[in-house]
C-alpha cells in the first residue's frame, strides 16, 4: 500500500437488519490494513429505519490492537431536515447508536484516522439498537473512502 493511493469501497445493495441488535458487517465496506500501515478512513453510510423503536447502532473495527485509534462520528436524522442527532469522538473502537425514533431516511458520517500493530481488516458494522421487527437498512451507495498514509 503505496502513501496517498485511494481506495472507495461501496455497497453494492441495499442490506438489512431485523430483530438482532448483534452488529454485523457491512457487504463490501471492509478494508485490509498491513501491520504498521496507517489509513484515514471516510464513511458516508445512508440508511433507513422502517419503524421507530428500533434506532441504530455502528462500529468501525480496526485489526486486532491497533497502534493509534482516532475516530469522529456523526448521525444525522432525516426526519427533521437533516438535523445532528448525535456526535462524538473515540479513541477506541466502540459501539455508537441513537435511537433516531422515526421510520424516515438518515445518514452516518464517520472518520477515522488508523494505524494497524497486526495485519488485519478495518470493518463497518450496523445493527438495530433494540431488537425490533422493523428493518434498519443501509441504502446502496453508502461508501468507505480511503486513503493510504
Not at 496507517?38 to 455502528?58: D, E, I, Q, Y
Not at 462520528?73 to 441513537?98: C, H, I, K, V
Amino acid at each position: 500500500m503505496s502513501i496517498g493511493i485511494r481506495t472507495i469501497n461501496v455497497l453494492a445493495a441495499n442490506q438489512s437488519v431485523n430483530t438482532s441488535t448483534a452488529l454485523v458487517a457491512a457487504t463490501g465496506l471492509t478494508f485490509p490494513l498491513a501491520a504498521g500501515k496507517a489509513a484515514k478512513f471516510r464513511f458516508w453510510v445512508p440508511f433507513t429505519l422502517a419503524g421507530t423503536a428500533s434506532g441504530a447502532k455502528f462500529q468501525v473495527v480496526p485489526p486486532t490492537s491497533p497502534t493509534l485509534y482516532l475516530m469522529s462520528w456523526w448521525l444525522y436524522s432525516g426526519a427533521s431536515t437533516g438535523s445532528l442527532a448525535g456526535f462524538a469522538d473515540q479513541t477506541t473502537s466502540a459501539a455508537f447508536s441513537n435511537a433516531l425514533a422515526s421510520a424516515a431516511n438518515h445518514l452516518m458520517v464517520a472518520e477515522a484516522y488508523i494505524i494497524a500493530n497486526t495485519a488485519g481488516n478495518v470493518v463497518l458494522q450496523f445493527a438495530q439498537l433494540v431488537s425490533d421487527a422493523a428493518n434498519i437498512t443501509l441504502l446502496q451507495g453508502a461508501t468507505m473512502d480511503i486513503t493510504a498514509l
